[in-house]
């Protein structure tokens, strides 16, 4: 599984869910299982996602988000991703403080960059901020990982 994790799992992380989930679904491989899923350090149960990440989502990309409801982090999410990527130093920063076992399975997706969260933005804030989320799932090596 894989994971991504922000702040209230109703922005960033739920548009990485989408993309890396429609990237992933066209590389894989007849009967291949992948799971992709999203929470957040400080998420409230159940939130929508945010009106704007579903709109750029849908208008963008042609992924549907609407059903997304926010969850917070768990031991039972750490202990299952085969990899869990951050949005922001913080949140990595966060998850070592709480899930020190699973270091070696936390990175950050922009690796020396941290995706500034669009919450509360215009649509163009939120179309920038999937399009460098996109373009850093492009750099992740999947292959690397037993997804």
């Not at 007849?30 to 350090?41: D, F, K, L, P």
Request: charged share 25%; aromatic share 8%.
């Amino acid at each position: 599984m894989i994971l991504f994790i922000c702040t209230g799992n109703t922005c960033r992380s739920a548009m990485a869910q989408g993309l890396a989930l429609d990237m992933l679904s066209r590389r894989k491989k007849q009967g291949e299982q992948i799971a992709v899923r999203s929470a957040g350090v400080m998420a409230a149960a159940d939130s929508p996602a945010s009106a704007q990440a579903v709109a750029v989502m849908q208008e963008v990309y042609g992924i549907d988000i609407s059903s997304h409801k926010s969850k917070a982090i768990n031991q039972d999410d750490m202990e299952k991703a085969a990899i869990i990527l951050t949005m922001t130093e913080g949140h990595k920063s966060r998850l070592l403080s709480i899930f020190p076992q699973y270091e070696a399975k936390i990175q950050k997706l922009g690796k020396n960059k941290d995706i500034k969260d669009p919450f509360g933005g215009s649509f163009e804030v939120y179309e920038a901020c999937a399009a460098e989320i996109k373009f850093y799932l492009k750099k992740v090596k999947w292959e690397d990982f037993r997804l």
